[in-house]
Structure formats: C-alpha cells, structure tokens
C-alpha cells in the first residue's frame, strides 16, 4: 500500500506555545488529506478534510482558528496547534487520498501530544 | 447520515482458530466502499482489506476474507488461522464516492497463545 509519513511520532510542549505537525504522502499525490484525533480506546474522530491549494474544511465543534491546517502542496499537509493547553493533548493521525472516487485512504503513523 | 456500527468491542480468539467480526452500515447510497482497518498497539492504522459495493464477490486477502450482505447491509471480516500479529483494534469503515470516512466504534482482538 501507498505510504505516508507524519512527523514528529511524539511533542511535548509547554501551554501556550504552538506545534506544527507535518503529514506527507511518500509515494503518491494526495489531492486530499484529512486530520483526525483519536482519544484513548476510541474511534478517530474526523477534525478536518483539505484540498491542495484550498481552505480546509472542518468538521463541526473543530475551532479553525485554534487548529490550523496547511495543504500546500500534493505531498505536504500540516497541521498547527496554536496555543496548545493540557486539553490538546491527544493523538493526531493524519490521512490522505489520491483519487477522491476510488482511492483508498494511507493513514500516517500517528503524532502524540502532550501539553505540559 | 451514514453510520457503521460496530457491536463487539471485544473478542478474542484462539491462536490458530478462526474468528469473525462484525459490522452493520446504514446508507441509502448504491456506490460505495467498504473497508477493514487495524490498528495495533503501535497506533499505526493498516488497511486490512476493501469491498466495493458493486461487486458481489466478497474481497480476500491471504488469511482475511469478508462475507459482503448488501440488502442486510452487513460487512463482517473473518480471520482464519489467527496468529499472535492479528491482536489490534479493528474499524470497520465506510465511504461512498468522493466522501469522507465514516468508522464504526472498533473491537478489539485478542489472541490466545
């Protein structure tokens, strides 16, 4: 299967700073990518879907502003959390899609964040 | 809206036994797909396997096969010869064209050695 990369694995941050989480797909162009956060022993829960070139689009209850999300090109997405607090702390997954009909979604291997 | 529903949040398996899991869908869409994720304990999502509505053969990979029930709306994953490795969260998921993932709540596998 198709691969995509998520950088860091792991943050720890003090509250209030902001950290950027990069998502690439290695090996194919991703006209979509989504952000997704996953709380412990539960389902993802979808935070934002983006087009290359376009604003993303986020899902209700998701503070764009607080979440900032970057799709600038068909291999690079990235993710902003902008004055991070203890309830950010999460996991991150992000996801991408080639063909927006048929393709299947590559997950990345997941970022953790704790904010101290 | 759609939704995937996911009823046994866990099993748990014999190593070298079969074992199946469940998952029901909701949807008034004709097209769409069907898919297995796992996610082990490294949180790595993996696709394990993909349907497509309109096939009716039901999709295999290797030890992994689906039984596929469009008018029941049913998507069950069985695993056969289940090994130490298969022990993982597993989501069913759902997407009809150009759309967004839906998964159900998971189930997660052990495996007895």
């Known amino acids: 299967g198709a691969v995509v990369s998520q950088h860091p694995s792991w943050v720890i941050c003090k509250s209030g700073t902001s950290v950027k989480i990069e998502c690439r797909s290695l090996?194919?162009?991703?006209?979509?990518m989504f952000w997704y956060r996953q709380f412990p022993k539960q389902s993802l829960m979808l935070m934002a879907t983006?087009?290359?070139?376009?604003?993303?689009?986020?899902e209700q209850g998701v503070e764009k502003d607080k979440f900032l999300i970057n799709h600038a090109s068909l291999t690079l997405s990235t993710l902003t959390v902008t004055s991070a607090h203890p309830e950010d702390s999460s996991f991150y997954i992000c996801s991408a899609r080639g063909n927006p009909s048929t393709d299947t979604q590559y997950f990345g291997p997941g970022t953790r964040l704790t904010v101290l | 809206a759609q939704t995937v529903t996911q009823s046994q949040p866990e099993m748990s398996v014999q190593e070298a036994e079969t074992v199946t899991l469940s998952c029901t869908y909701d949807?008034?869409?004709?097209?769409?797909?069907l898919f297995w994720y796992k996610q082990p304990p490294s949180r790595q999502m993996i696709l394990v396997i993909r349907?497509?509505?309109?096939?009716?053969q039901n999709a295999t990979e290797n030890r992994f096969s689906v039984n596929f029930q469009k008018a029941a709306k049913s998507f069950s994953l069985k695993i056969s010869d289940s090994q130490l490795g298969d022990a993982a969260m597993y989501f069913c998921a759902y997407r009809s064209r150009a759309q967004k993932l839906v998964f159900g709540q998971g189930t997660r596998l052990t495996i007895n050695p």
């Open positions: 349907q497509e509505a309109y096939k009716q």
């Open positions: 090996d194919f162009q991703a006209t979509t």
């Open positions: 949807t008034s869409e004709s097209d769409y797909y």
């Open positions: 983006s087009n290359e070139g376009s604003k993303a689009t986020y």
